[in-house]
């Protein structure tokens, strides 16, 4: 079994790509951040989703030396032209703050007409080997941003975010049915082939 790091210490998101992983078929063990405590926090100094991704990826092979996958992801609104995007997680100043986040997005599009609330949240999934290949895929899930935040699920945006097709927000939906939509689910099964073409074959 090949062993491959997941730049990450939430437990969710391991247990996600990892169900992923196996519906591939793919023999490999994955494992988190929380099994390299000497792998600090990496500064996410990109423009671009896929720049951080890399970013996240590199460092974690280069610290490990194991195969490492990381994702970036964010909401991109129509009207704030792609905006908030790479600054999602601090788009009101404070890293983390979802309330203050969706607060600040809500009332910076407060007078934009219904019908002009596109957007879509992106994610960008990077695998980097210690020896410096590396590969990005992207995911999306489109959608409209609606004026007061719905449902008790998920985090960040979710609340106020309604995909295409569905009448529900992401926050709203169960989590099974977020992760069989959701941007960074999309990303991660596009990146399955690709592990198992670099790390399972090397």
Known sequence: MSRLVLATRNPGKIAELRRILADAGLPVTLVGLDDFPEIGEIAETGLTFAEN???KAHAVARGSGLPAIADDSGLCVDALNGMPGVFSARWSGRHGDDA???DLLLAQIGDVPEGRRGGHF???AALALPSG????V???LEGVIIDAPRGSGGFG???IFVPKGETRT???LSPAEKDAISHRGRAFRALAP???ELVTTA
Do not use: F
């Open 100 to 102: 203050a986040n969706l």
């Open 194 to 196: 690709v592990v198992g």
């Open 138 to 140: 992207e995911g999306a």
């Open 122 to 124: 992106a994610c960008a």
């Open 157 to 159: 945006y979710d609340p």
């Open 170 to 172: 992401t926050a709203e």
């Open 53 to 55: 991704a890399l970013i």
């Open 133 to 136: 290949q590396e590969r990005v």
